[in-house]
């Protein structure tokens, strides 16, 4: 690790909340649903799909996670006439699995069939492991009923998931592959970047092979050409997967994989709740902090 990053990952959590909104700007498309429609339209000018992600996270409270559960579903309302795509991603926890697995199912159920009244989908992101079976549980109760409407994140750096890969392209489940940004432990996940690589090369097989929808959600490079291959090897159509990447991170990257005649998807956040996830990102990302620099330099922000 270089100083200049270990320097980010331990002055962030210190650093003023303004500091931090600046370099947060590549990261996040704003406070207000208006302002994520413009960064989707802004994407979809560029050939990107989007789904949209109202920031929040771990509520202790069922009000909270009825207030998050209340704004999905206005955004879902508000999406036929903003005339974009509706497609969602949310965290479990911020609908409330910490307080009862129940109470979240329910949840996410009254935002998937809302989804699905308006053609659309709905992701269920993945976080810590303690959480996984209970995600999973929840994911499949809703798949059964609303097929096609939902999705699930598995990542590969935890030492589960190529037979929950199995197990899932079983269900011919739609999928997101990612490497996953929880430090565990060992016996949980795997610590070496290389292993997680490999891991996730073999669990995008597994799942494509299977039949299952992959997004496959990377920003490495040496990942992204991995995938191709596989596509490639199976035969695979442009409309049996897709690629996915973060707002802000490597334009240059999503540039490349949307001129090969690739879908590509862009993770689009937004909210009240930015704070959180921004420095999760920026410490995930320390490089970032030096590009928003240069960009600074340079009078602008790529996005």
């Keep these: 690790m270089s100083l200049f990053n270990a320097f980010v990952r331990t002055t962030l959590p210190l650093a003023p909340r303004p ?3 600046f370099f947060a700007r590549r990261y996040v498309a704003g406070t207000t649903f208006e302002q994520a429609v413009a960064t989707v339209r802004r994407l979809a000018g560029q050939g990107c799909c989007a789904t949209l992600d109202v920031l929040g996270e771990s509520v202790a409270e069922r009000a909270q996670a009825e207030a998050a559960r209340d704004e999905y579903l206005r955004m879902l309302d508000a999406i036929p006439a903003a ?3 509706p ?3 949310l965290k479990p926890t911020q609908l409330g699995l910490a307080i009862d697995e129940g109470f979240c199912r329910d949840n996410i159920s009254r935002i998937v069939e ?6 659309g989908f709905v992701r269920i992101d993945m976080e810590d492991s303690p959480t996984t079976d209970a995600t999973l ?3 499949r109760d809703i798949a ?3 097929p096609g409407r939902t999705g699930v994140v598995l ?7 190529l037979a929950d890969a199995a197990a899932l392209g079983a269900e011919r489940a739609n999928i997101r592959l990612c490497k996953g940004i929880y430090l565990e432990p060992r016996p949980v996940a795997y610590e070496e970047r290389d292993i997680i690589r490999n891991a996730f090369v073999s669990a995008l097989r597994v799942l494509l092979r299977a039949g299952s929808y992959v997004g496959i959600a990377t920003h490495d490079e040496w990942l992204v050409e991995q995938s191709l291959a596989v596509v490639a090897d199976l035969g695979l159509r442009p409309d049996q997967y897709e690629f996915q990447m973060l707002l802000g991170v490597d334009p240059e990257l999503r540039r490349i994989i949307v001129g090969g005649g690739h879908r590509l998807r862009v993770y689009v956040p937004f909210g009240t709740h930015w704070y959180p996830y921004s420095v999760r990102r920026l410490r995930e990302n320390p490089t970032i902090v030096r590009a928003g620099l240069e960009g600074f330099l340079r ?3 790529d996005t």
């Design 299 to 301: 009078g602008r922000l």
């Design 137 to 139: 549980r929840v994911f």
């Design 83 to 85: 005339g974009i795509e």
């Design 114 to 119: 809302k989804a699905a009244g308006l053609g």
């Design 19 to 21: 500091i931090i909104r």
């Design 144 to 146: 059964a009923r609303f």
């Design 155 to 161: 990542q590969s750096r935890l030492r589960r998931t």
């Design 87 to 89: 497609n969602v991603s």
